[in-house]
């Protein structure tokens, strides 16, 4: 009731009538009537329109509750990298993964079973162990890959054995190689916390990525303490907590050394700030996320880059993520334009990430034709990778699209985009 008397009172007060705003904001007329007599709830993405079109600096958006994302779990406590690992591996195709407290770990306490199988890592004294790296180095980008492909019920156990054998190697290699070791198995366990967030998990993405900085911690390597900050800014923006996001980008700007990391925690704190209508400390962190990025290292050579690496221009796409926050769905079109088309084919992790949110802004300006076009991609896509974060983004456009029930279009693409709602897998647990 609150939001629909100041929705009234600010629409009012700039001089525009109910229809005027409906159209700015591309919802019908009765919808917006019915918003401000209190008969329908508004939706945050409506909010954010009318914040823009009325110049509310974010009020309005703040009236509601944030938006409905995935509950973001109290971090677990950080695992002794020692701690025995067991991945199960179902004859379905399912797994589940357990790290077992040694307490536990008594007489009795597994399971019988007709068939034990056992490798120990070997003694890694001449070498063997940094001759082995490249070979990992290649498996991680290959897994990457494959990450772009498929979902995390793939590609997770897949890292998770990586990243145990390299674990077992480094407790065998030379002092002079044991860091190196350390180093690679730290970014195969960052990329499973991806993974299993891309799973919706997010308290085993939360998990993975400490193993990931207490493995990185251990070989010398502090900067993925920095970039675990990001990751966790990053589960706070989906669950719609801009606190959390701005504060937890901040304290990734200020311990990071290198220009990408400090580039990447700019771009979170300015998503953080498009959440609640903040244009002008929006429009600065993305303008020093700009100004980072450009300067830093390309990816590809050396250690694996942090981050993305599938889309050819982050810069511009967060920056089109921040308009469309802001209600300015417009200025995100013109923003993400033709960049889809520059993402290949087999990057379908990266289309439909980026897919989504053209065809969400593309939705809000009313161009349905297209709207639709792209979102049957991002529907076939998500149905493939399994991806609870672009998933968000496409129970948004359905939304989005409903408003016009009766075009031909939406009618015949709204089934597409149900089936990829609706293909959901089970992907990397949280640890016992």
């Known amino acids: 009731m609150w939001f629909g008397a100041e929705l009234r009172r600010r629409r009012i007060e700039a001089g525009l009538s109910l229809g005027e705003l409906a159209h700015l904001i591309c919802f019908s007329k009765g919808h917006l009537s019915k918003i401000e007599r209190g008969v329908k709830a508004p939706s945050h993405d409506l ?41 199960r591996m179902h004859a379905g195709g399912e797994s ?29 004294e001449s070498g063997e162990s940094n001759a082995a790296l490249p070979y990992f180095r290649t498996v991680f980008d290959e897994f990457r890959r494959m990450g772009q492909l498929f979902g995390p019920a793939v590609v997770a156990q897949l890292c998770i054995a990586a990243t145990s054998a390299l674990r077992g ?19 195969f366990a960052e990329y499973t916390g991806w993974m299993a967030q ?34 966790r800014a990053e589960l706070a923006l989906y669950t719609g907590d801009s606190v959390a996001t701005v504060q937890l980008a901040r304290r990734a700007a200020q311990q990071a050394r290198s220009a990408r990391i400090r580039g990447l925690a700019a771009q979170r704190e300015a998503q953080g700030h498009a959440l609640v209508g903040d244009r002008d400390a929006c429009r600065r962190a993305l303008d020093r996320g700009a100004e980072l990025t450009s300067g830093a290292a390309p990816p590809g050579g050396g250690e694996p880059v942090l981050g993305s690496i599938h889309l050819p221009d982050l810069t511009a796409f967060v920056a089109g993520w921040c308009m469309h926050d ?18 290949p084919p ?79 897998r089970t992907g990397p647990e949280t640890p016992a």
């Open 169 to 187: 190697m480094a407790h065998q290699a030379r002092p002079a190689d044991r860091d190196t070791v350390l180093r690679l198995a730290s970014r």
């Open 346 to 424: 087999e990057s379908r992790r990266a289309r439909a990430r980026y897919g989504a949110r053209l065809a969400l802004a593309l939705a809000n300006v009313g161009d349905i034709e297209q709207a639709c076009a792209i979102a049957e991609l991002v529907a076939s896509h998500v149905a493939l990778i399994d991806s609870a974060t672009i998933r968000a983004d496409l129970l948004r456009l359905s939304r989005a699209l409903n408003r016009w029930p009766k075009n031909p279009t939406v009618r015949r693409t709204l089934p597409h985009i149900a089936i990829g709602l609706h293909t959901h």
């Open 198 to 231: 891309e799973a919706g998990s997010d308290a085993a993405s939360l998990w993975w990525t400490e193993q990931a900085v207490q493995l990185a911690a251990d070989s010398g390597d502090d900067e993925l303490a920095a970039y675990a900050l990001v990751r």
């Open 47 to 87: 909010a954010q329109l009318c914040d823009s079109a009325l110049n509310a600096g974010g009020q309005l958006s703040g009236l509601i509750s944030a938006p409905e994302r995935s509950t973001v779990a109290t971090p677990l406590a950080e695992a002794d990298v020692t701690t025995p690992w067991t991945l």
């Open 96 to 124: 589940d993964f357990v790290a077992f407290d040694r307490a536990s770990l008594g007489a009795g306490a597994m399971p019988s079973t007709l068939v034990s199988w056992s490798l120990a890592p070997p003694p890694f």
């Open 326 to 343: 802001l209600g300015s769905p417009a200025d995100a079109v013109t923003l993400l334009g033709d960049g889809l088309d520059a993402i």
